[in-house]
Each structure stands twice: as C-alpha cells, then as structure tokens.
C-alpha cells in the first residue's frame, strides 16, 4: 500500500509558478507510475500530467504542455509537478495518484491510479 502527501499549493498571480511535491510512504516507489490529475469547483478530476515508474516516460494533458513539467526523485519518494506561467484556469485542487505497474507510458486515466492523495489547493488569480 503506498501513502501519498502533497504539497507546495498556494495563491499566486497569473504569470507566476508553483512547485507541487508529492511525498509516499513505503519501500515500492519505483514500481509506481505516478500522476498530477486536478479539480476545478463544478468540474470533473482531470488529467494533467504523468511519469513512469523511471522517470524516463511523461505524459501531459494538452493545457499545459509546454507549462508544466512532471518529475520523480525516487530516492526521496517524491514526485514534483514544476507550474510554470500559471494561468486563471490553473485554479484547482491538485491531487497526485500512484499506478501499479512498471510500464513505459504511464496512463492518463484516473481509473488506473489505485491510490490517491488528500489534494492540494492552486488558487491563481488574474
């Protein structure tokens, strides 16, 4: 079972960044794909961004490519989500979410993720 704490949400002006950690407890780590999925009031979870187990494979949702940048450092247990030129719509609960399995591309679906963090709010004003 892995454990899963985020941090580093908070308010920020438009333009600005943010750096999201996620830390997990628990020796499997590595055999994780991890992911960045958020939600806005009145909205679906969504995608945002994903790693493989290695860190040699990401995914992101087409909103914030170029944007945002997801890594992992699975020597500390944390994963980061690196926010950058935030926008308005950014605005959301962040949640990190760990998938079972050691495959190359990590999946975009929350139906993969078994294990879900308490989220964290990014308020991005304009």
Known sequence: QVQ??????????AGGSLRLSCAASGR???SYGM?????????????????????????????????????RDNAKNTVYLQMNSLKPEDTAIYYCGAEPGSYYYPSVSEKRYNYWGQGTQVTVSS
């Open 4 to 13: 899963l704490v985020e941090s580093g949400g908070g308010l920020v002006q």
């Open 35 to 71: 992911g960045w999925f958020r939600q806005a009031p009145g909205k679906e979870r969504e995608f945002v961004a994903a790693i493989n187990w290695s860190g040699g494979s990401t995914r992101y949702a087409d909103s914030v490519k170029g944007r945002f940048t997801i890594s």
């Open 28 to 30: 499997t780590f590595s």
